[in-house]
């Protein structure tokens, strides 16, 4: 079995109002490839945020008293804080910094997934601007596959990722943050294994394993290739949403 991951090159920059199916289809052709049922297209938040305009101006946001006292925690900027209060349920760990909060979709990661790298928005310095996590990044993934399974008669799945840390271990991986018609988790219990035995607790994060991989195409800084057709996705493609990943509070031993 072979799982293949291309980036689609040459994209343009993404605009507030892109429409990203058509400029998914427009680059598939430019580079001629194609897609057939069970194709995944891999997007990163960063578009999928921009063309849905989620993009803020630091200059327009007015901090409040929380939001300077985090700020003063953490070393931050105050606007900034304020954003990242406004984006998540409660704060979880803050040092001098870095802000860790359980985000408004129900992850943990840093900031809230606010992000300046890579980030301009219209008039002001760069520095100015930030970007926001997609406002409902299952539903953003379930308009575009629908587009796109409208135009090509394909049946595929869409997945938005995004980079977080890890607590026990240095560096970004890619995750799934936004999913449809890719399976989030694939329930193994129950599979033999190679001795005849019964797996009994093996829960394979399939939509995150993607993401990271396809991570490693996309890169981080200047590629310019913010999606990949994966096609090869080992197992069947399901309906799932990103609940079907994040831990249940009352089962996460660390917090």
């Not at 070393?75 to 985000?103: C, F, N, Q």
């Not at 049946?155 to 449809?180: F, K, N, Q, Y």
Request: some cysteine; glycine content about 10%.
């Amino acid at each position: 079995m072979t799982l293949t991951l291309t980036p689609l090159p040459d994209l343009p920059l993404i605009r507030p109002g892109d429409n990203l199916a058509d400029i998914l289809l427009t680059g598939l052709a430019a580079a001629n490839l194609t897609l057939v049922d069970e194709d995944i297209l891999i997007l990163t938040q960063k578009i999928v945020s921009k063309a849905e305009g989620r993009l803020v101006n630091l200059k327009d946001v007015i901090p409040g008293q929380a939001a300077v006292e985090l700020a003063e925690r953490s070393s931050k900027d105050p606007r900034l804080a304020e954003l990242i209060l406004r984006e998540s349920r409660k704060v979880l760990r803050v040092r001098s910094g870095t802000i860790i909060v359980e985000h408004r979709l129900g992850f943990i990661c840093a900031s809230a997934g606010i992000d300046h790298s890579n980030v301009k928005g219209e008039g002001g310095k760069p520095e100015d601007w930030v970007l926001l996590l997609p406002e409902d990044p299952d539903r953003s993934a379930a308009e575009i596959r629908a587009k796109l399974e409208a135009k090509t008669g394909t049946h595929l799945g869409v997945l938005i990722i995004d980079s977080h840390g890890r607590p026990w271990r240095l560096g970004t991986v890619g995750v799934a943050i936004g999913l449809s018609g890719v399976p989030g988790i694939v329930d193994e219990r129950g599979w033999e294994d190679l001795f005849g035995y019964h797996l009994k607790i093996t829960l394979v994060g399939a939509a995150d394993e993607l993401a990271a991989a396809a991570s490693l195409v996309i890169g981080q800084a200047a590629e310019g290739t913010p999606i990949v057709r994966a096609r090869g996705f080992p197992y069947p493609l399901r309906e799932s949403s990103l609940t079907e990943i994040i831990r249940p509070e009352e089962q996460d031993l660390f917090r």
